[in-house]
């Protein structure tokens, strides 16, 4: 069992950063792959990126490529999503999840076995 806190989230001005955290409890969370996704109002949830239990192996969606940055630090169970050049399309909640024995980050949300609660994140145009 892992379960997943994020935090981080808040309201920025375009063009500004953000950085989200996802902390994992449970001693085993160094085998998960981690990813991130987000939901606008309205729309689907979307793949935003995702890591693999070493952290070597990254994965993102073409909307953020060359602007957010997936790690991860398995001493302290906690994944982080750094989040550059923000645009007001990037307002949503933002979910962390995890996928058991996963050594790369899937990108479909039935790949993953637990979630968290999500953070917002708001970006003022």
């Known amino acids: 069992q892992v379960q997943l806190l994020e935090s981080g989230g808040g309201l920025v001005q375009a063009g500004g950063s953000l950085r989200l955290s996802c902390v994992a409890s449970?001693?085993?969370?160094?085998?998960?792959?981690v990813g991130w996704f987000r939901q606008a109002p309205g729309k689907e949830r979307e793949f935003v990126a995702a890591?693999?239990?070493?952290?070597?192996?990254?994965s993102y969606g073409d909307s953020v490529k060359g602007r957010f940055t997936i790690s991860r630090d398995n001493v302290k169970n906690t994944v982080y999503l750094q989040m550059n050049s923000l645009k007001a399309e990037d307002t949503a909640v933002y979910y962390c999840?995890?996928?058991?024995?996963?050594?790369?980050?899937?990108?479909?949300?039935?790949?993953?076995?637990?979630w968290g609660q999500g953070t917002q994140v708001t970006v003022s145009s």
């Open positions: 890591v693999g239990w070493s952290g070597s192996r990254t």
């Open positions: 449970g001693r085993t969370f160094s085998i998960y792959a």
């Open positions: 999840a995890a996928a058991w024995g996963k050594p790369w980050g899937p990108a479909g949300e039935v790949d993953y076995d637990y």
